[in-house]
């Protein structure tokens, strides 16, 4: 089969859903996949057969869940930009989240708004793989800024709109340490909207892809949340149920992207060899990006191992595929097998903001085709 491709494992995808679709909180507890992780419409569909909901980052995206036949309230739209077609989306169910003051009075100047509204809240924490996946403190511009809550509350009265849900993501690749600190914030800010009774806690849920990084425990961490939830109403009589939007943790895994050796190239004795491949930052941006790093497999019957510093085929010094650990402008090398010209290499858990978050076009190089496997 041709190279470069994006294959998808369905059974992979099916075990993850399992595990989400098996966790519970006491006040009830709805699982969201956030597309922007990967929107293949044969994923999506697994995904709607099973019950799980959709979070969408921008107009754009709710706009393809709709074409693609999934129900207007089933979506819950949580975007940067403000939509470009709200009072549509509205009229179709999808759930608004306003994460600013200006896109709260844009939900408010809709024509038939609904009377509930959900707002994102930047709750002063953030966490993440590395800063440039944190979404949470004063260096974000993700939702409104905590201390605007009476603001918030005071603009949503004057037209009678209820804020009845909170949203909050602090980042992606979060420690899975943190997560009891997310919940004690979180409640923190349910406790200033008096209405709230559904809280979103957002995604950020970390797999682990390559060396000592952990993985998280889904199951460890809704009992941290639903104990934290029973105490919450035990001590105000709020029953809270809970949602969360994991792209990453639902999809990174069940995603290898298959290339192969296009040249072999080195910089003299005791320096490096590069391993070139027939893909690069074109088709897999995030390790030029954040220097995230992936396992690499050369595939042949060799015995022999060597250094090898991999690399895409971009003509574009930073388009390197084993970045040193979160440093885009570090290389690391990788002890592979001996490889040759041609041979297939795979890159492994790139399931996830891979094929949707590329720097498509350049070089004009064709996309990789994305494919189902069992
Ligand atoms: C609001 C929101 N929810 C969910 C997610 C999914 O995050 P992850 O893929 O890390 O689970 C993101 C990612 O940026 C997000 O911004």
Request: proline share 3%; charged share 20%.
């Amino acid at each position: 089969m041709n190279t470069p491709r994006y294959e998808y494992s369905r059974s992979t995808i099916e075990k993850t859903i399992n595990l989400l679709l098996s966790l519970s909180s006491p006040y009830g507890l709805q699982v969201r996949y956030a597309i922007k992780a990967n929107p293949h419409p044969e994923i999506i569909t697994m995904m709607d057969d099973r019950g799980i909901y959709f979070d969408a980052s921008s107009s754009y995206e709710a706009e393809e869940l709709l074409n693609q036949g999934i129900l207007g309230n089933k979506i819950s739209l949580s975007s940067q930009q403000s939509p470009h077609n709200l009072e549509v989306l509205l009229g179709r169910g999808v759930l608004f989240t306003a994460t600013s003051m200006n896109q709260l009075k844009l939900f408010l100047n809709c024509a038939h708004h609904p009377n509930t509204l959900s707002v994102r809240i930047n709750p002063a924490f953030g966490a993440g793989h590395n800063n440039r996946t944190s979404t949470g403190g004063t260096s974000a511009s993700f939702g409104i800024w905590h201390e605007y809550i009476d603001e918030v509350l005071a603009l949503a009265k004057t037209e009678q709109v209820t804020i009845n849900r909170l949203d909050i993501h602090i980042g992606s690749g979060t420690d899975p340490a943190l997560w009891g600190e997310v919940m004690e914030r979180s409640l923190s800010v349910v406790e200033k909207l008096p209405d709230v009774t559904v809280l979103d806690i957002g995604g950020g849920y970390k797999v682990h892809r390559y060396g000592d990084e952990k993985e998280a425990d889904m199951v460890e961490i809704t009992t941290t949340f639903s104990k934290q939830l029973q105490l919450f109403f035990e001590k105000t009589g709020r029953k809270i149920s809970l949602e969360i939007e994991p792209g990453t943790y639902l999809i990174a895994h069940a995603g290898t992207l298959v290339a192969s050796v296009d040249d072999i190239v080195d910089t003299g004795s005791g320096e490096y060899t590069f391993l070139r491949l027939n893909t690069g930052m074109n088709d897999f941006l995030r390790a030029t990006l954040y220097g995230a790093r992936h396992s690499i497999e050369v595939m042949n019957r060799s015995s022999a191992t060597k250094e090898y510093v991999v690399v895409g085929h971009n003509c574009e010094s930073g388009d390197i595929l084993s970045p040193g650990n979160g440093n885009p402008e570090e290389i690391e090398t990788r002890t592979l097998k001996e490889a040759e010209i041609g041979d297939e290499v795979r890159i492994y858990d790139t399931g996830a903001y891979c094929a949707s978050m590329r720097a498509k076009g350049y070089n004009s190089f064709p996309d990789a085709i994305e494919v189902m496997v069992d």
